[in-house]
């Protein structure tokens, strides 16, 4: 089926990125995984290429967009090359949406051209060690000083992506106790610089997969956060996050189905060149039929992302439509890495190929963004259930 999404702008700037990648990322990518994280300067680089300006206003030192399309290309881009672009996702999918909705001019002017230039990373830290899908149950908390200029932050937080590296980190932290008819109450966003007096980052946690992505703990001693890094309003956190969580969860819904669609190319790449009792592995009835499936997976999977997307871009799509894409999107993915790793036999299983390394990747999209369970949830209560 023809596909609509993307015109020729979109294309002119794949073929951008896949050189880009070609020379920048592809010659270097196994030192990054062997290293557990990509450079800080590769960030300096995307920064250059304009990625990070893409949907930040013209006036802050962006291209002034308002559009997803080029992020889609994005990852379609690196699991076809079978690279990550190590944290730095977090930066646009979910810095950005909240700077951009919640900044003031003030706030803008500061925080804008050094995160269009990559001279400021940013990342998002809502999980806790005690509470991830139960946001409401954080226990970070950020008291107001009496003289009124800065919050106290107290706490921590874990599994924080890009949390190595970042300059800011948007922090959610309770300014006042849960109510009694609400708990969501009281929590509220702080864009903190990592530079500040009692803030520190603990270990770098060893994942299964994303090796070249920094994922960190952080902790928080009486950290001295000016009033005026406080994002929006006092107490509506909560709120915020449930609005931008439909964004974070398209993404995490093709890049799945983008891991799927690489899955899928590079199996059928394998079992062609492969020779197994002295005929290619493709030549098999059970290969066909197992690639078939997987690409009628992948269309289906396409299809959904693509529609999800669109609805993004015109700000119609819905907490319950992003978690069905991302629920939708990821178990097609799950399933198809998996049968094509398989008609790898056992150079699937190795890291030097790209399925081995998608496999472990694609593992965590079920998990991050709000667990499969909870898009259930929300999709059922969207039902009436
Ligand atoms: C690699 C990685 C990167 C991450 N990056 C970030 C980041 O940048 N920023 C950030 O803030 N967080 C990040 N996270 C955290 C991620 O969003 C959480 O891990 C996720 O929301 C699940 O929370 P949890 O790990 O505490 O699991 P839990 O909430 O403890 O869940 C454990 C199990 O219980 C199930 N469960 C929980 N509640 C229910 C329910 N109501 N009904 C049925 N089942 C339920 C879950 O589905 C799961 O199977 C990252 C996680 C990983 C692994």
């Given at each position: 089926m023809r596909?609509?999404?993307?015109?020729?702008?979109?294309?002119?700037?794949?073929?951008?990125?896949?050189?880009?990648?070609?020379?920048?990322?592809?010659?270097?990518?196994?030192?990054?995984?062997?290293?557990?994280?990509?450079?800080?300067?590769?960030?300096?680089?995307l920064g250059e290429l304009g990625i990070f300006g893409i949907n930040v206003p013209e006036e802050f030192g962006g291209a002034g967009l308002d559009t997803h399309k080029f992020e889609a290309v994005l990852y379609e881009e690196t699991s076809r090359a079978g690279v990550n672009f190590g944290g730095s996702g977090v930066h646009v999918l979910l810095a950005l949406p909240y700077i951009k909705m919640l900044a003031t001019d003030e706030q803008k002017k500061r925080f804008l051209p050094k995160f269009v230039s990559g001279e400021?990373?940013?990342?998002?830290?809502?999980?806790?060690?005690?509470?991830?899908s139960d946001v409401a149950g954080m226990k970070t908390t950020a008291k107001l000083s009496e003289d009124g200029t800065h919050y106290v932050l107290n706490g921590s937080k874990t599994f924080i992506?890009?949390?190595?590296?970042?300059?800011?980190?948007?922090?959610?932290?309770?300014?006042?106790a849960p109510s009694e008819d609400?708990?969501?109450?009281?929590?509220?966003?702080?864009?903190?610089?990592?530079?500040?007096?009692?803030?520190?980052?603990?270990?770098?946690l060893d994942k299964l997969g994303l090796k070249t992505s920094d994922t960190a703990e952080l902790a928080f001693v009486d950290v001295k956060v000016p009033v005026e890094d406080l994002l929006g309003e006092e107490g509506k956190g909560f709120y915020y996050l449930g609005h931008n969580l439909a964004s974070e969860r398209w993404g995490i819904a093709f890049g799945a189905y983008a891991q799927a669609a690489a899955a899928v190319r590079f199996a059928q790449q394998y079992v062609t060149d492969r020779t197994?009792?002295?005929?290619?592995?493709?030549?098999?009835?059970?290969?066909?039929?197992?690639?078939?499936?997987?690409?009628a997976e992948v269309d289906a999977a396409q299809a959904?992302?693509?529609?999800?997307?669109?609805?993004l871009d015109a700000g119609e799509l819905t907490p319950a439509e992003a978690a069905s894409a991302k629920l939708f999107c990821t178990?097609?993915?799950?399933?198809?890495?998996?049968?094509?790793?398989?008609?790898?036999?056992?150079?699937?299983?190795?890291?030097?190929?790209?399925?081995?390394?998608?496999?472990?990747?694609n593992r965590v999209n079920r998990i991050y963004g709000g667990t499969s369970e909870i898009m259930k949830s929300i999709i059922a209560k969207s039902m009436g259930l």
């Open positions: 596909r609509t999404v993307f015109n020729e702008d979109h294309e002119a700037f794949r073929e951008t990125l896949r050189a880009f990648i070609e020379a920048e990322v592809v010659p270097v990518y196994d030192e990054w995984f062997q290293a557990g994280q990509a450079p800080r300067d590769f960030y300096y680089k400021e990373m940013w990342a998002l830290a809502m999980t806790e060690p005690g509470t991830g992506t890009g949390g190595v590296h970042a300059d800011r980190v948007i922090v959610c932290a309770r300014t006042s609400d708990r969501r109450f009281g929590i509220s966003l702080f864009a903190v610089d990592t530079k500040s007096e009692g803030y520190s980052i603990g270990r770098k197994v009792f002295g005929k290619p592995v493709a030549h098999f009835q059970n290969t066909k039929f197992e690639l078939a499936a997987c690409q959904v992302a693509d529609r999800a997307l669109e609805a178990e097609v993915a799950h399933r198809v890495i998996d049968r094509c790793l398989q008609l790898h036999g056992g150079y699937g299983y190795m890291n030097e190929y790209p399925i081995a390394r998608l496999y472990a990747d």
